[in-house]
C-alpha cells in the first residue's frame, strides 16, 4: 500500500470511528438531511383526526385578554363535550387561582358594602366550575417546565401513567428541575395529565418531541400530552416505556399502550421513540382547516362534525401568546398543531424510524465506499473514479429518500458520501502533489541561485555539498506585494519584469544589508531568514529592522514610479507590501537530491510566518510579528494585535504589529496608545462589549499618523456582530482566520 492511500485508509478509519460514536455536528448534519426530505415531501392529510380549538387573536379581542375567567372555559368544556370528542387536551396550564373568582373579589371589597359582600359569598367558585366541567369530560390536563427553577409548587403532585421497562432509561430522558402543575383540583378531576412544552434543537427547529419526560421535583416521569391524550382516548390504564432489549444498546427503545376492544381483542400501538425517548414528527404542511376559534364554540356556531369523536386540543395561534415554533416544514406552526401532529401520527401508523442498526449500517457503507475509492483512484486514475462516485453519491441519496418516501425509515445518506467525497479529493490530491513535486524537481535543475553567504560557507568547506540539514532558532520573513494582479494588468510582460525587478532590488538590499538570507523569490513574494547559514545573535531585531526599512524604501519607490506614471500619461497604482515575522525552531540545510539542491529552510515556524504575512491586510497593518519575534524586541513600537488561530494550526497564537523603532517608543502618545489598546484587548476579551467600543473609539484618537483605523475598524465590526449574536460562555477570546 502507498502512502497516500496509507493516509486515506487512516482517513477512512477515523471517518467511520465519527460515525459511530456520532457527536452533536454530525447528528445536526443528518437532521438537516431529513428535514430536506420532509420540505420537499411532507405528509399529507387525508383524514383529519384532531381539532384545534383556537385562543386566536379574534377570540381574544370579543373576550378579552388572556387569562380568560375559569367560567368561560368551564363554559368551553361543556360545549365541546356535548359534542363527543374523542378526548380534550389542553395546551395550557392553569397554576394560579382565577382572578375574577367571587372569592378574590372579596378580597378588594374589604370594609365596603355588606350587601355587596354577602352576594359575592353566595356565588360559586369560579375554579371549582372549572373543575366539574373538567370532571364531567375527557380531559387531559397540560404541565409545564416551571421557568423558576428555585422555588417548586406547593401542590399536590399529579400521578403518572408512565410505567417503566428495561435498566438505566431515566438517565437517557429528558429532565427539568421544576414543574408548573395546575391548581390540585383541576389535575383531580381530569382523565390525565401531559406535558406540552415542545422546544427547538441547537438551531431552533422542532423535530423530535419527548414522549417521557422527567420531572425532577416530583420524581416522576410524566408522557407529553399527545401521547398521554391518545391513552385517554384508548381507555388505557398506563403506557409502557421500554429500554433497549439489545444488551449492547442502552436507552429507550419504544413506548406501548395496550387496551382490550370491545370484541375482547387486545389492541396495541408501539411508537417508535430515539435513545433519548424522543419522537420523530412526520411532519405536514399548517393545515388551517384543524382550526376553530374558541368564540365560535362558545357561540355555537361551530359544526358538530369537528367535533365528533375527534381528538381537541385547546391552545393557541396567537402571536402574542409566544406558542410559534418552527419545524423541517414550517417556519412558522403553532407549538398546538406539533401536538396535532404527532397524535395523527400514532393515530394513522404515519411513523418516522430509524433503525437500531442505522449507524452500524452508515458505518459499513462508509467504510466500503471508502475502500472502493482507495484502491480505485490510484489505479484507474481520477476522471473515471469520479464518474464512480456520482453513480454511487446518486444511488445512494436517491435510496435514503425513496427509503423514507415509502418505508419512512432514516438513513443517511450524506455521511457516507461526504467521506467518500473527502477521499476521493484527498487521493487525487495527492496524486497532483506527487505530480507536481516531479515537475518542480525539473524546473529547479535550471536554477543557479545561491546566496552570497552560502558561496563562501561553501568554498571554505566544500564538504558541504551533501543532503542534509540542521535544527536551530531563525527568524523568518514573508514579504509580499498586496493586489498584485491588478497592478500587473497596467504592464506588458517586459513592463512588468521590469516592475518586479525594481521592487525585488531595494527589498533584497535592505534584508543582506541587515545579515539576512535570501531563501526563494515567488513572483512578486520574498522568503528570507536570519541566523543561518552564518550565527547572528541579533536575528529578531535585524529583521525587525529590516521590515521598518524595506517600508520606508518602498515609500521612496512610490515615488518615484507615480512621477513615471505622469510623464508617460498612465494611471499609477502605489505598491502596497503585507510583511510577516517569526522566531522559531526550523530546519536548514541543503535540501534536494544528489544532483540539484538548495540551501532552504523549513518547518512549522516557518508555515506560520507564511500565514502571519497573510493576517497584515486583515489586521491593516504593514508588519506582523509572532510571538517569539515580539518577546526578543521589547524596545520596539509593537502593539499586540489579536490571539488568533491561523489557518493549518489547531493552538492560538498571539500576534503582533509592528509600527517603529526605539523613536516611537520613547514617545508619550505611543505610550498612552499602547496602555489604551491593552484595555481595549482585555474589555474585548472579557465580552465587555460596551467598554471595548469606548475604547476603540480613544484609540482611534491618538496617534492617527500610524493609519491603524483598519486594525480598530475590524475590531469595532467584531463587538457589533457579537452585540447581535453573543459568542457561547466559553468563548476564550481565539479569532479563527479563515484565510491564509
Known amino acids: 500500500m502507498t502512502s497516500p492511500r496509507l493516509w486515506a485508509f487512516i482517513l477512512l478509519c477515523g471517518a467511520v470511528a465519527l460515525r459511530l460514536i456520532d457527536p452533536a455536528p454530525v447528528e445536526f448534519m443528518r437532521s438537516k438531511t431529513f428535514d430536506f426530505y420532509q420540505r420537499i415531501h411532507p405528509r399529507t392529510v387525508d383524514q383529519r383526526l384532531v381539532t384545534i380549538v383556537d385562543l386566536d387573536d379574534r377570540s381574544m379581542e370579543e373576550l378579552g385578554q388572556w387569562p380568560w375567567p375559569r367560567t368561560i372555559l368551564a363554559d368551553l368544556v361543556n360545549k365541546i363535550s356535548a359534542m363527543h370528542p374523542a378526548v380534550i387536551g389542553f395546551d395550557i396550564v392553569f397554576p394560579e387561582p382565577d382572578r375574577t373568582s367571587p372569592e378574590r373579589l372579596l378580597e378588594s371589597v374589604i370594609g365596603k358594602d355588606p350587601a355587596i359582600r354577602e352576594r359575592l359569598e353566595a356565588l360559586p367558585d369560579n375554579d371549582q366550575i372549572f373543575a366539574q366541567a373538567i370532571e364531567g369530560a375527557r380531559v387531559v390536563t397540560g404541565m409545564a417546565p416551571s421557568v423558576n427553577t428555585s422555588q417548586s409548587q406547593t401542590v399536590d403532585r399529579p400521578s403518572s401513567s408512565i410505567a417503566i421497562l428495561g435498566h438505566n432509561v431515566l438517565d437517557y430522558l429528558t429532565d427539568y428541575p421544576r414543574m408548573l402543575f395546575n391548581l390540585p383540583e383541576f389535575d383531580k378531576a381530569a382523565k390525565g395529565h401531559g406535558v406540552f412544552i415542545?422546544?427547538?434543537?441547537?438551531?431552533?427547529?422542532?423535530?423530535?418531541?419527548?414522549?417521557?419526560?422527567?420531572?425532577?421535583?416530583?420524581?416522576?416521569?410524566?408522557?407529553?400530552?399527545?401521547?398521554?391524550?391518545?391513552?385517554?382516548?384508548?381507555?388505557?390504564?398506563?403506557?409502557?416505556?421500554?429500554?433497549?432489549?439489545?444488551?449492547?444498546?442502552?436507552?429507550?427503545?419504544?413506548?406501548?399502550?395496550?387496551?382490550?376492544?370491545?370484541?375482547?381483542?387486545?389492541?396495541?400501538?408501539?411508537?417508535?421513540?430515539?435513545?433519548?425517548?424522543?419522537?420523530?414528527?412526520?411532519?405536514?404542511?399548517?393545515?388551517?382547516?384543524?382550526?376553530?376559534?374558541?368564540?365560535?364554540?362558545?357561540?355555537?356556531?361551530?359544526?358538530?362534525?369537528?367535533?365528533?369523536?375527534?381528538?381537541?386540543?385547546?391552545?393557541?395561534?396567537?402571536?402574542?401568546?409566544?406558542?410559534?415554533?418552527?419545524?423541517?416544514?414550517?417556519?412558522?406552526?403553532?407549538?398546538?398543531?406539533?401536538?396535532a401532529n404527532i397524535i395523527e401520527n400514532m393515530l394513522t401508523g404515519q411513523m418516522l424510524k430509524r433503525s437500531r442498526n442505522a449507524l452500524d449500517l452508515e458505518a459499513w457503507g462508509t467504510l466500503a465506499v471508502g475502500l472502493l475509492l482507495i484502491v480505485l483512484v490510484p489505479m484507474i486514475g481520477a476522471r473515471w473514479t469520479l464518474l464512480l462516485l456520482l453513480v454511487l453519491l446518486v444511488t445512494t441519496g436517491v435510496g435514503s429518500f425513496t427509503l423514507y418516501r415509502e418505508n419512512l425509515q432514516l438513513y443517511d445518506p450524506v455521511f457516507p458520501g461526504l467521506v467518500a467525497l473527502l477521499l476521493y479529493m484527498f487521493l487525487t490530491y495527492m496524486g497532483y502533489t506527487r505530480e507536481e513535486a516531479q515537475r518542480r524537481q525539473v524546473r529547479n535543475a535550471f536554477s543557479h541561485y545561491m546566496s552570497p553567504a552560502l558561496v563562501e560557507r561553501l568554498a571554505d568547506d566544500p564538504s558541504r555539498l551533501r543532503l542534509g540539514g540542521e535544527m536551530r532558532e531563525m527568524t523568518l520573513?514573508?514579504?509580499?506585494?498586496?493586489?498584485?494582479?491588478?497592478?500587473?494588468?497596467?504592464?506588458?510582460?517586459?513592463?512588468?519584469?521590469?516592475?518586479?525587478?525594481?521592487?525585488?532590488?531595494?527589498?533584497?538590499?535592505v534584508i543582506l544589508d541587515r545579515r539576512g538570507t535570501i531563501d526563494k523569490y515567488m513572483g512578486?513574494?520574498?522568503?528570507?531568514?536570519?541566523?543561518?547559514?552564518?550565527?547572528?545573535?541579533?536575528?529578531?531585531?535585524?529583521?525587525?529592522?529590516s521590515a521598518l526599512e524595506m517600508k520606508a524604501r518602498l515609500a521612496v519607490l512610490n515615488q518615484i514610479l507615480e512621477k513615471e506614471a505622469q510623464e508617460e500619461g498612465r494611471r499609477h497604482i502605489p505598491l502596497n507590501?503585507?510583511?510577516?515575522?517569526?522566531?522559531?525552531?526550523?530546519?536548514?540545510?541543503?535540501?534536494?537530491?544528489?544532483?540539484?539542491?538548495?540551501?532552504?529552510?523549513?518547518?512549522?515556524?516557518?508555515?506560520?510566518?507564511?500565514?502571519?504575512?497573510?493576517?497584515?491586510?486583515?489586521?491593516?497593518?504593514?508588519?506582523?510579528?509572532?510571538?517569539?519575534?515580539?518577546?526578543?524586541?521589547?524596545?520596539?513600537?509593537?502593539?499586540?494585535?489579536?490571539?488568533?488561530?491561523?489557518?493549518?494550526?489547531?493552538?492560538?497564537?498571539?500576534?503582533?504589529?509592528l509600527l517603529g523603532d526605539e523613536t516611537l517608543v520613547a514617545m508619550e502618545d505611543f505610550q498612552t496608545l499602547r496602555h489604551t489598546h491593552a484595555a481595549m484587548l482585555e474589555a474585548y476579551r472579557g465580552m465587555r462589549w460596551a467598554e471595548a467600543q469606548s475604547l476603540i473609539e480613544a484609540c482611534r484618537l491618538i496617534l492617527p499618523e500610524l493609519s491603524l483605523q483598519g486594525l480598530?475598524?475590524?475590531?469595532?465590526?467584531?463587538?457589533?456582530?457579537?452585540?447581535?449574536?453573543?459568542?457561547?460562555?466559553?468563548?476564550d477570546g481565539v479569532y479563527v482566520a479563515l484565510t491564509k
Open 524 to 545: 512578486d513574494c520574498i522568503m528570507a531568514f536570519w541566523n543561518a547559514p552564518l550565527d547572528d545573535g541579533e536575528h529578531a531585531r535585524n529583521a525587525c529592522l
Open 477 to 509: 520573513m514573508f514579504c509580499d506585494v498586496r493586489g498584485f494582479t491588478t497592478i500587473s494588468e497596467l504592464f506588458d510582460a517586459e513592463g512588468l519584469t521590469r516592475l518586479i525587478n525594481r521592487f525585488l532590488t531595494p527589498m533584497t538590499d
Open 577 to 657: 507590501i503585507g510583511i510577516g515575522v517569526n522566531t522559531g525552531i526550523a530546519c536548514v540545510g541543503n535540501m534536494g537530491s544528489d544532483q540539484r539542491f538548495d540551501y532552504s529552510v523549513l518547518g512549522d515556524n516557518v508555515n506560520l510566518a507564511s500565514r502571519l504575512e497573510g493576517q497584515s491586510k486583515t489586521y491593516g497593518v504593514t508588519s506582523v510579528l509572532g510571538e517569539n519575534t515580539a518577546r526578543l524586541v521589547p524596545d520596539m513600537a509593537v502593539l499586540e494585535l489579536d490571539l488568533i488561530r491561523v489557518k493549518g494550526k489547531t493552538v492560538p497564537v498571539r500576534i503582533f504589529g
Open 198 to 339: 415542545v422546544e427547538g434543537e441547537l438551531d431552533g427547529i422542532v423535530r423530535r418531541v419527548p414522549m417521557a419526560i422527567q420531572a425532577l421535583d416530583a420524581q416522576q416521569v410524566y408522557p407529553t400530552l399527545s401521547i398521554e391524550m391518545v391513552r385517554v382516548a384508548m381507555n388505557a390504564s398506563t403506557m409502557l416505556l421500554r429500554g433497549k432489549r439489545d444488551g449492547t444498546l442502552q436507552g429507550v427503545e419504544d413506548m406501548v399502550l395496550k387496551t382490550r376492544l370491545p370484541n375482547g381483542k387486545v389492541f396495541q400501538l408501539t411508537v417508535p421513540l430515539d435513545q433519548a425517548g424522543r419522537f420523530h414528527v412526520f411532519f405536514s404542511k399548517r393545515d388551517e382547516k384543524k382550526y376553530v376559534s374558541a368564540v365560535d364554540v362558545l357561540r355555537g356556531t361551530a359544526s358538530p362534525d369537528m367535533f365528533t369523536n375527534k381528538f381537541v386540543i385547546l391552545g393557541t395561534s396567537a402571536v402574542g401568546m409566544l406558542d410559534i415554533k418552527a419545524t423541517p416544514t414550517e417556519n412558522f406552526l403553532p407549538g398546538v398543531e406539533v401536538h
Open 712 to 731: 480598530y475598524d475590524l475590531y469595532d465590526g467584531r463587538v457589533a456582530a457579537y452585540l447581535e449574536a453573543a459568542p457561547p460562555d466559553d468563548w
